[in-house]
């Protein structure tokens, strides 16, 4: 039995500990916001929280995760619903087309902006370049970035 | 099945009516059959019903509106784009709707099927214009029901009525009345004999405007469900071993380990079609259910398959590309001939030839293709990310044999499309586990699996000859392709029709060029392939595109002007395929003059640095690039700046047709870095993102500009138009920078190898 936490709710899975986090969430915990991509940490979209860095969880075994805080896209806004700053400026720049990397993108950058709270270009593309998004939101994520940036440091 | 060819006729026709019975009347509504119809039978007091005006809108008593969406979002915007037009014509504050995604809709009938709520399905970039009507009908037949009913209630005649957001409002005497108070009235009211009458342009309160993505905050927060958020009670978890080899079998199989399996609930084999045959699934394999996904992968992993590689175990990219090029020194097929090309050409004062290589590619959408069956004695349940929902429809009754109208299809958002879902063999492979299992089962695939097992962008040898007079004029020009063509192993498609989905004569530069030549040879490589945003498209505006770089530069001409000359004014041609009826070439022409002048085209740029330009008409809307690029002496590429233009006509959803035009040039740029499909052995080489590589943010400049140019009052497609011109326009910019011209994508090391060498 592997118990951790999950936005900010004791979780516990006692099937096979080698499963990936990803699943656990997924089909256990029906924590759906988390998506499936590539299963080799190839692209981003199951990018979670685990003490607060930003990881990809399609290979992360759950036993790794005993004990810790993992947060999901979905624990991701205020307790009082509030969203995050980052969560606000993809409404604003409305960043999703099929919408379906946007959790990964959004848990990705929220932990970039902790270490680049005012990012360049170039920190954004040295820093993001391990996701994918196949739709194309690269202009408005780029754009987003910058503006979850601007909304935190004004703590809008 | 799969064809999604019949798919599109079937809705190109029935789009056009809103066909319910026998009786049809193209773009009105048929009284009393109308998606809109009242249905009072139907309505019993004190239920949802009775909120509803037809199948599209509901009033609540708060004076919120629901809004029936009825085709698939698979990030194109519709769920959006097509509420506008509902709420536009119905006339309520856009604040106060909430979109609802509806199931497919048939009806049997004495003939076969009927659309129920008009046709559904997204490919073509026809999701807006094919609903552009029909949309804005059922807002206006609603609003002109609640009219009549304010104006029965207040005796008044209709005529002196009219509505403001929300309201009826009525004059002499004076009075106005919120919807939600007349709809339980309007949905008793009999249609009348005629169409509404709809807003003219000038009052559009909603279309046009830029408003926001309906779902966004669902998608940030994670609550927006896919298919592969299906969850249903009793479900269990599938996965396919699928055979490795184009046309592969399973010979035999050992199930012994899988079955030891923590969770694994049932192994057994999946019959694929015999090569040669339509496609209902893509391959033959071995399914393994499971009571969770990972326990299906991990069995799966523990299978063994003994594989019979079939008859196309020695296909092989470079044997196919040595085909299409032995096959280009024959005579093919002649599919398109003006004037006199031979002639023209011995007579030209300058002839050049040039070769273009396109590889096969893969759609990838982000969202793995999966799907939730669930097949009992007389019914069917299928919850399904798909483009085409009346395709999976097909497909489940082509697996159960049961009557379509007992199978019930729900579309969830889509994760993506381009093309990948227009085909619904997953949603067969689905029915057939269920079918087997007795149990409602969700399918999933991995990565691997969508990458070895697509309906891939056909890959094709181009050549292009053309000849000069001494002006540096074209008199004449020939596309030869010999390509592993789209409609191979279509169902009822004669040999003869395979150039079709390959070559569209009415493509520019026909009729600019006096005398002109299509010509095409088949390979019939053993590569399942599908529509793949702007098919045809998305290859010939790179062959087009890049030659006519080539013959302004081989005649020392600018390549702007040479395509301005060529292009000219406005002007309505005739054009036969999607997309027409006509192709107006000066929207063209100002669309790359618009590009070349953001970008400061006519700038001197240092060695290393240089502009390239594009344009090009696609299924009825025009899209133009320019991209500033430099590249090192290493042939280090960077992508500088990029601007894009679209003119869609009338842009209804400004903010999705911005993103559209984003997208899609990432896109282009995406497959033309490094995107290729090959094969050895029979088999699919790629695997996974790290062989078959997506654009990463860094690839694409923050100096990006996407620019809407409105046309008229017509609304165009938008998904796929943007993409054709963005590859040629960045190849063009590399040869501008380097010299360096490219004739194969993807691009690749080639540019590093050229520099170097």
Known sequence: ?156 | MSASKADMERIDQSRRRFLISGSTIAGSFVLGVSPIRMARADVEAGTEGERQLGFFIEIQPDGNVVIGSNQPEIGQGVRTALPMLVAEELDVEWSRVSVRQMPLGIIKTADGYAWKYGGQGVGGSTGLTENWNFMREVGATARQQLIRAAAARLNVPASSCHTKPGYVVCESPAGEIRYEELIADAARLDLPDMSPVLKDRRDYRIIGTRLKTVDARDIVTGKAKYGIDTREADMRYAVIARSPYLNGRVRSFDDSEARKVDGVLDVFKIEGPQPRDPYVILASGVAVVANSTWAAIKGREALKVDWDPGPNASDDSETFWQQNAEMLKSKGQVVTDDGDFDRAMSEAETTIERQYTLPFVSHQPMEPQNCYAHVEEDRCHIIAPTQMPSGASRAAAAVTGLPRENIRIDITRVGGGFGRRLTNDYVAEAALISMETGWPIKLQWTREDDVQNDFYRPAGLHEIRAGLDDKGKITAWTQRLASASKYFRRPDMPDENLWEAELYPDDFPRNFVENFRLEYFHNAIGVPRGSWRAPGHNVNAFVIQSFLDELAYETGQDPLQLRIDLLGEERELEYGGHGGPTFNPGRLTRLIKFVADRIDYKEKRPEGRGVGLATHFTFGGYAAHAFEVTVSNEGQLVIERIVAAIDCGLAVHPNAVEAQLQGATVDGISTALGQEITVKNGQVQQSNFHDYPLARIANIPSLFEAHILPYDNTPTGVGEIGYPPAAPALTNAIFAASGVRLRRLPIGEQLRQAMAG
């Not at chain 1, 500990?17 to 299963?39: A, E, I, M, S, Y």
């Not at chain 1, 692209?43 to 005993?66: E, F, P, Y």
């Not at chain 1, 087309?97 to 848990?107: D, F, K, L, N, V």
């Not at chain 1, 902790?114 to 370049?129: G, H, V, Y």
């Open chain 1, 1 to 156: 039995m592997i118990s951790f936490t999950v936005n900010n709710q004791a979780a516990s899975f006692d099937g096979d500990t080698n499963t990936p986090l990803l699943w656990v969430l997924r089909d256990h915990l029906q924590l759906t916001g988390t998506k499936f991509g590539c299963g080799a940490g190839l692209c981003g979209a199951c990018t979670v929280h685990i003490d607060g860095r930003a990881m990809t969880s399609c290979r992360m075994r759950v036993s790794s995760v005993a004990g810790k805080n993992v947060t999901t896209i979905e624990g991701l806004a205020a307790a009082d619903g509030e969203l995050h700053p980052v969560q606000k400026a993809w409404l604003e720049i409305d960043v999703p087309q099929c919408g379906y990397c946007q959790a990964g993108q959004i848990m990705a950058t929220t932990d970039f902006l902790n270490k680049f709270p005012k990012p360049t270009d170039e920190d954004i593309d040295n820093n993001l370049s391990g996701m994918i998004c196949r739709c194309g939101t690269y202009p408005r994520i780029r754009k987003a970035i910058h503006r979850a940036a601007e909304i935190t440091e004004a703590g809008e």
